[in-house]
């Protein structure tokens, strides 16, 4: 158990819909990343937060938005879904940025089917 | 741009047979390298890392070299168990030496590694 949690698990929801991933980081930890994990693109690095201001972004899509609140939990908003958005999410987080350790925390995930 | 290739899998191995997945990696600057696992239904975990050129990163029995003049970092066993079986993802940062509170890891697409009795 790495102490991430991830909810839900699982969700199936249509095209042109609106879903909320919900992430809590290990106890502790500031800094909180979401990853899209998809089997032709691979781990995707979307977006960074540290103790609630954003502070890397990736390949982030312009439907999708995130943030990071005061308790430090996070949420990943996806809108106006496609069939592309198909994926497993993963949260992670760290004490710091990855310049501490180098090390993150996984989450296990939450698997978004779009039909 | 920054960026990590692995050699594509699925890599099937018999128990003990020794094991090489292949990493490579194109980087600015002096990237720290890392050998993430995940195993079925779970997130990844940091399997091991290596922050500068010509360390040697280990941990349960698998190992990899920060080669830098090769841009490569390679993971390596001796000896697989079925336990191993997994999918392996090679990933660098490049902000873990310089401090502060940004940064994140690009990982490659991952290798499944599935290890017969």
């Known amino acids: 158990d790495s102490g991430v949690t991830q909810t839900p698990k699982h969700l199936i929801t249509a095209t042109g819909q609106r879903v909320t991933l919900r992430c809590s980081p290990r106890?502790?930890?500031?800094?909180v990343y979401w990853y899209q994990q998809s089997l032709d693109q691979g781990l995707q690095f979307l977006i960074q937060y540290y103790n609630g201001e954003e502070r890397a972004k990736g390949n982030i899509l312009e439907r999708f938005s995130a943030q990071q609140f005061p308790d430090l939990h996070s949420e990943l908003n996806l809108s106006s879904l496609e069939l592309g958005d198909s994926a497993l999410y993963f949260c992670a987080s760290s004490v710091a940025g990855v310049a501490g350790t180098g090390e993150l925390f996984f989450g296990e995930g939450s698997r978004l089917t779009v039909l | 741009g920054n960026s990590v290739t692995q050699m594509e899998g699925p890599v099937t191995l018999s128990e003990e047979a020794f094991l090489t997945i292949n990493c490579t990696y194109t980087a600015t600057g002096y990237p720290s390298l890392f050998w993430y696992v995940q195993y079925p239904g779970e997130g990844l975990q940091l399997l091991l890392k290596?922050?500068?050129?010509?360390d040697k990163g280990s941990n349960k029995g698998f190992e990899a070299t920060y080669r830098k003049e090769t841009t490569s970092f390679h993971l390596e066993k001796g000896s697989v168990q079925v336990s191993d079986s997994a999918v392996y993802f090679c990933?660098?940062?490049?902000?873990?030496?310089?401090?502060?509170?940004?940064?994140?890891?690009?990982f490659g697409k991952g290798t499944k590694l599935s290890v017969k009795p």
């Open positions: 106890s502790g930890d500031l800094s």
């Open positions: 990933a660098l940062s490049l902000y873990m030496n310089y401090g502060g509170s940004q940064g994140n890891l690009i």
């Open positions: 290596a922050t500068k050129a010509d």
